[in-house]
């Protein structure tokens, strides 16, 4: 089944046309990572669909209806930075999905609601390893920590699709290596569906089960804007190594 299906997408500003004719059908549980170089439109169509951005044509399904006009909770989302809230403290951070969702529900967030509240908001961060970080702000934490924090808060609100924008680039290599492995196991553990863009076309391929490429034509062909050039399945990596295959 297809969570979200991108239906002859355009996006022009100004005349200017950034992205053309887009047809993406994302299936449920898959991890897509859209690749492309700098400018070529990755946000803006990760903008779109946040809805905080609107095709100037074609049109956007999630789980088969039109998009609405406004970001919902349906739809989490990580930046390179700042996704969290810096007046609040990491336990806050992670609570505040459930306050929200809660005061929605029944206008209130107290007593043993709350309380158990907290114990799914200290799980999360036991699982992203920020559990003694529960006092701290955002500003006393590593840039890793920041975006562990971000992925914990996003997965609190149960999101359908988690929309990731270059996540990890402002991290150094190590840290990188840590939150991949991490968020394939978050995404592995949660079946949610994600939709990556990276210029990072290594990360793109070892985080995804899909590989998108966005591209530009040749810069001869001024007024095109940039397209799907690539759509590629990436395979599941064998987990037996061939070496201990011998030695069976
Ligand atoms: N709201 C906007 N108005 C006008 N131009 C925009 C707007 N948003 C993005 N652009 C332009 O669209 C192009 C693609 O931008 P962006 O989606 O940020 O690229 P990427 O994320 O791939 O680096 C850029 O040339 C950018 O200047
Ligand atoms: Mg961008």
Known sequence: MNVIEVKDVWQIYDNRIVLERLNINIAEGSFVSIVGPSGCGKTTLLRMLMSEEHASRGSILLDGKPLSREPTVDRGVVFQRYSVFPHLTVLGNILLPLELRSSRVC????????RSAIEDARTMLEHVGLRAAAPLYPAQLSGGMQQRLALAQALMA???VLLLDEPFSALDPGTR?????????????????IVMVTHDISEAFRLGTRVIVLERPSPDEPGKGARITHDIPVRARQTATPDKLKIA
């Open 177 to 193: 290596a840590d939150i991949h492995v991490l968020t394939k196991r978050l995404w592995e553990e949660t079946k949610m569906t």
């Open 107 to 114: 206008g209130k967030f107290f007593g043993a609601r709350r």
């Open 158 to 160: 149960k999101p359908r």
